[in-house]
């Protein structure tokens, strides 16, 4: 993207962002009621009950039929401009099961740097409080240093290695499956940081939240941030081989968190496939770490690596672990890898894993690998994992609905 003129259009965004904001609220009222301007009062336990029943959601998708196949995503040749990306399938139960994923063929030895751009929201909560005299107001420059400086853009140790926590993920998915000389890697670049855009919420569009004090957490309807998002990226020119992430503090949108795919128009006239992430951050001084710092995000750009597309079909399966009188029927039939430890009933089974880097204790969610939803016994993956960055909290491969 040329970046010099998207960021002179930025200098407006502010105002375009915050009247689109209107139109999104009248749509998301029929979504949901909220309270007119309230502020909610919570202990840290009802806060932890509050944000575990918020989860995580996905939002769009790709038709399968246009992404299962390998692609530099140049839109050169037929091919839609987006993520470079390649396909594969597994088989459970003599039915194929095809996938897509961020990167290229683990046997090639590819190197894979995902450009992305990272967008700060700064939101403005306006007219709260009996007399809608209260306004706060949620600064993310915190929430962008720490997730800049954290695991997902350095390298950091892990069970396998030194390097970004995604790409060490994937490395040890497809351990056994990538070129001889370990050459293959899906890396973030380093991120390109936009100017935050200002976004205003009233008690039409959100809801204000209050532990202490001095300390509130702030809601906004999904259709409401998701509106705001669209915009944003329409406006300032973000192309669709490029992953913007939008990061609020302290904020959410009736989820932790999201990430999205959906078609555009090129520069060109032609379809692309643009994805995003949208990641809360939680300041773990106020909540517990199964949600603190940076597991939102560590949750999000997992799947999307894993799922670029929200089109990867797998068999619906039950949430672990196995013997957990809470493990019921997810429900979720997609290659989602952080929502089965991360999403459902058993959460709190799976603990975050902590990764310390620079002097600070990273919260980072387990995920589970391709090998636990395609039924390998033994898993395929390095030193048989099917869990990453635990390694060792999943030891078989997932139980499917009947």
């Given amino acids: ?24 609220g009248q749509a998301a009222r029929a979504q949901q009621a909220p309270s007119k301007g309230s502020i909610v009062q919570m202990d840290r336990t009802a806060l932890h009950e509050h944000f575990k029943h918020m989860g995580y959601k996905t939002k769009g998708g790709i038709a399968k039929f246009k992404t299962s196949h390998d692609s530099d995503g140049n839109g050169e040749g037929g091919d839609a401009r987006t993520l470079p990306h390649f396909s594969s399938s597994f088989t459970v139960g003599g039915v194929t099961f095809p996938y897509t994923q961020v990167g290229h063929q683990p046997r090639s030895g590819r190197p894979t740097r995902i450009p992305n751009i990272i967008v700060p929201l700064r939101m403005h909560f306006v007219g709260f409080g009996p007399n809608g005299d209260v306004n706060v107001d949620f600064d993310p420059t915190p929430a962008v240093v720490n997730i800049v400086n954290s695991p997902i853009f350095q390298d950091a140790t892990f069970p396998n290695g030194f ?24 890396r973030w670049a380093e991120p390109k940081i936009f100017r935050a855009v200002d976004i205003e919420v009233t008690p039409e569009t959100g809801t204000l939240f209050q532990v202490d004090a001095t300390h509130f957490f702030g809601d906004v309807l999904f259709d409401f941030m998701d509106a705001e998002i669209r915009t944003i990226i329409e406006l300032s020119g973000i192309d669709p081989d490029e992953v913007p992430i939008f990061i609020t503090d302290g904020v959410t949108n009736q989820a932790l968190g999201y990430h999205s795919a959906f078609s555009v128009a090129g520069h060109d006239g032609k379809e ?3 994805t995003l992430i949208f990641t809360s951050w939680l300041d773990p001084a106020l909540v517990d770490p199964i949600i603190a710092d940076i597991s939102t995000i560590n949750h999000e750009s997992g799947e999307l690596i894993n799922d670029p597309f929200i089109n990867n079909v797998v068999p619906t399966w039950v949430y672990p672990p196995v013997g957990d009188p809470n493990a019921v029927c997810s429900g979720n039939n997609l290659l989602e890898v952080g929502d089965p430890e991360g999403n459902g009933p058993t959460f709190a089974d799976f603990p975050t894993v902590v990764v310390p880097l620079n002097g600070f204790d990273y919260h980072l969610q387990d995920l589970v ?14 030193n048989g994992w099917y869990d990453f960055p635990a390694t060792t909290d999943i030891h078989v491969p997932a139980v499917y609905c009947h």
């Fill in 1 to 24: 993207m040329k970046l010099g003129n998207n960021l002179k259009r930025l200098v407006c965004l502010c105002t375009a962002v915050l009247f689109s904001g209107l139109a999104a």
């Fill in 272 to 274: 692309a496939f643009q």
């Fill in 369 to 382: 690998m391709v090998p636990w939803f395609a039924d390998e016994v033994p898993s395929s993956a390095q």
């Fill in 163 to 186: 390097g970004q926590f995604n790409d060490m993920m994937q490395r040890a998915t497809f351990f056994n499956k990538m070129d001889p000389e370990r050459e293959w890697h899906v």
